[in-house]
């Protein structure tokens, strides 16, 4: 793991240097990268584009960090999607089925995709590919032609899809895990260690909900009365997520908040700052990235989406935190 490591960190490095040639980054190829996507967003929840390097400030352990490499716009993706086939998803079956081609046709030639569901485990419906056509299929025929039952054990599900990536190979892709379910799933893990391997795996987590607000907020209200020890134990995805840089998009109609989902896990700022000198290995650090003074006036009541930290890899010249 660590020589691929080591080999994506140079290919980062080199990559730095040559995509900013003209800004004169003083680093060299042996230098190991933070890497950090952003999503800036309106006060009014629209997405922000056509922000410059200097627009932004990266703080690690709360100090400032010079941003080595920069980039905007869409980058190939090597995704999961992690379909929740639980009991409360069974209305939302023949929606799904409807909403397979828009899906598709957010994704782009060059991405690698891989299909994932879950109730109370988690199983592969259909390996990394690039054949989006064949993504289509699988989910069409092997998909929803599953039962739809079970639990929704939704943390245990995240932290095996993250698990499948750290396994891959790293492409130069964004990484990214976008969980399609009513998120009312059971308590199985800690959060902090299932934000840790979305972390080490270099993973936005993104989930789409599906539920109207009427629905929720009578379920919600039932189920606070008739279950008070079950509705302890519910957890969602939401601030995982969040601790990821990823987004939450609650939709009544799964087509168009498929497109929103993906538009908003593809269309982010690429961020690179050189690791700190004694960041102990296995250790981990806070990040924050905030607008500039100047960005900010610009752009009042703004918030940026991005991880909240990273874990350093073990020590060996040119190893990728991750």
Known sequence: MLSEGKRWASCLALLAVTACAQETPAFHASVSLVHVDAEVVSAGGRIISGLHRN???????????????????????????????SGSMRSWVQELGEAAREGVRALRE?????IMAFNRRSFVIAPFTTDLLAVERSIHDQLLSRQF?????IQTAVSDAAGRLLREPHSGRRRAILVITDNYGQRTRR????????????AVLSVLILRTVELSQKAQKVFNVTHP?????????????????????HARDVGPGFQESMRRIRSRYTLYYALPGGAKPGSRRAVRVALSPEADGRNPGARILARAGYIVPARETGAAPR
Request: net charge negative.
């Open 191 to 202: 959060e902090g260690t299932v934000v840790r391997e979305l972390w080490e795996a270099d």
């Open 149 to 153: 039952g079970g639990q929704t054990f």
């Open 110 to 114: 060059g991405d690698r995709v891989s």
């Open 55 to 85: 627009d932004f400030r990266v703080f690690d352990e709360g100090a400032l960090q010079p941003v080595l490499h920069f980039s905007e716009g869409e980058e190939a993706l090597d995704l999961i999607l992690l379909f929740d086939v």
């Open 229 to 249: 020890l079950i509705y302890e134990l519910q957890v969602g995805v939401e601030k995982m997520a969040e601790q990821t840089g990823g987004d939450a998009i």
